[in-house]
């Protein structure tokens, strides 16, 4: 999928950019306030940045953007027992209202992508085990 910087608006004084990347973070930001929304799922590179302690807004978010019109790709962890569809469609629903709220610019497609599901107290069980002495020596 390609991303496109586009001219989105001109006016007297010149014109107005959007980049490609804000658009990705706002999408970004969207999806994980959405209830049963766990993170982003946002492969390899997304994963080093975290590790490097840099918060990539925009992890599992891929944009397509026209002159007036943008398509929005949204790879997501989902926590375990919430029901799929109705998480996915409020993704959609979210990412398409904050951005064309935000830009101005019309939401053709928000293709949401479930990658993993996470169980909720997953990680606060280990740390538990992990203070606790082991039974073999």
């Known amino acids: 999928m390609s991303t496109l910087a586009a001219d989105y608006e001109k006016t007297e004084m010149g014109t107005i950019q959007i980049a490609p990347e804000v658009i990705e973070v706002i999408a970004g930001m969207a999806a994980v306030e959405v209830p049963g929304v766990a993170g982003m799922s946002g492969g390899f ?5 975290e590790l490097l302690g840099r918060k990539n807004m925009a992890k599992g978010v891929k944009v397509e953007v026209g002159q007036r019109e943008a398509a929005i790709d949204v790879s997501v962890v989902i926590e375990f027992g919430t ?11 979210n990412v398409k209202q904050a951005i064309e ?8 497609q928000v293709n949401v992508h479930i990658h993993d599901v996470i169980f909720k107290g997953a990680e606060k069980a280990e740390e538990p085990e ?3 002495p082991g039974r073999v020596k």
Not at 83 to 93: H, K
């Open 101 to 108: 709220s935000m830009t101005g610019l019309s939401v053709v």
């Open 83 to 93: 029901r799929i569809p109705e998480v996915a469609s409020g993704v959609q629903q």
């Open 130 to 132: 992990s203070a606790a």
């Open 45 to 49: 590179a997304g994963g080093i940045a």
